[in-house]
């Protein structure tokens, strides 16, 4: 198909008009919604959410299409206990700022396998999702998060590819409207936020430095190989490590290992309101 069928098909038309209200209302408050619906004409999916990711703070909740009943499982509880053993958070702190990617292939070797796996999108019946990247601000990437549910028609190459094609435009729209509508998302706090406290601060007293790493990597569904790999240590060194901490955690299993760093966030939160 040349340039030309494609401007002059019905398709094409219809595309071009609902690209043109993008733009008309970039700088809008309304626009997230506007861009859900147009990304729906060209993929279906179950869910959206923009965060707004600013180094390791708390990712901030630009737009989302969660009903009520669903928030605490797919936004309160990410944000408050888990954002930094995400895929997507953690492509944004290695500095990826631009594109379409799904989520496998920003994701660990063992991410589906791992407790966090279950304890988010497996919960909320996600099987799948792509996420938009766009750098909006020297300090702030956006990224916008499509969810594909366990009943959901596979999503496609092609779905894939079209994605990939819209987002240098979404990318610079979505440029538009944070310098627009940036104040009404901006924060004033500096502190750090007890998630990422929780973070650094899980098992110290207890493990040394090497095994805290090795906890980190291995919530984040990172296998022993990949651990090893990250570290550049052995696979022999990184077993001898991880029974090391979990005799000194007392738990037996990767389920308890994330339940008792949970605990640790929960504890921390608390001391934080207190």
């Given at each position: 198909m040349t340039p030309t069928d494609l401007l002059a098909g019905a398709?094409?038309?219809?595309?071009?008009?609902?690209?043109?209200?993008?733009?008309?209302?970039?700088?809008?408050?309304?626009f997230p919604r506007h861009l859900e619906q147009a990304l729906g004409?060209?993929?279906?999916?179950?869910?959206?959410?923009?965060?707004?990711?600013?180094?390791?703070?708390?990712?901030?909740?630009?737009?989302?299409n969660y009903p009520p009943h669903r928030r605490e499982q797919g936004i309160d509880r990410y944000l408050s206990r888990v954002y930094l053993l995400d895929p997507m958070f953690q492509a944004t702190e290695a500095g990826l700022d631009n594109g379409a990617h799904r989520l496998r292939d920003l994701a660990p070797d063992r991410f589906e396998a791992s407790?966090?796996?279950?304890?988010?999108y497996r919960a909320l019946g996600l099987r799948d999702e792509v996420g938009l990247f766009a750098r909006v601000a020297d300090d702030t990437v956006l990224v916008v998060s499509l969810g594909?549910?366990?009943?959901?028609?596979?999503?496609?190459?092609?779905?894939?590819?079209?994605?990939?094609?819209?987002?240098p435009v979404a990318a610079a729209l979505l440029t538009q409207f944070w310098t627009w509508q940036r104040p009404r998302f901006d924060t004033d706090s500096d502190a750090v936020e007890p998630v990422d406290a929780a973070f650094t601060s899980f098992g110290q007293g207890q493990l040394t430095p090497r095994e805290q790493e090795i906890?980190?990597?291995?919530?984040a569904g990172h296998s022993t190989k990949s651990a090893a790999r990250e570290l550049g240590?052995?696979?022999g060194t990184v077993k001898v490590h991880r029974k090391h901490l979990y005799q000194r955690l007392d738990v037996s299993s990767q389920a308890q290992l994330f339940r008792c760093f949970l605990d640790h966030v929960a504890l921390i939160s608390r001391q934080r309101r207190d």
């Open positions: 398709t094409g038309q219809d595309w071009h008009l609902r690209l043109a209200g993008l733009i008309q209302t970039a700088a809008d408050a309304d004409q060209l993929v279906p999916f179950d869910t959206v959410i923009i965060h707004a990711y600013q180094g390791r703070g708390r990712p901030l909740v630009v737009h989302d407790e966090y796996h279950a304890h988010y594909f549910g366990d009943q959901a028609p596979a999503l496609t190459r092609r779905a894939l590819q079209a994605l990939r094609h819209i987002t906890v980190r990597l291995l919530l240590i052995s696979d």
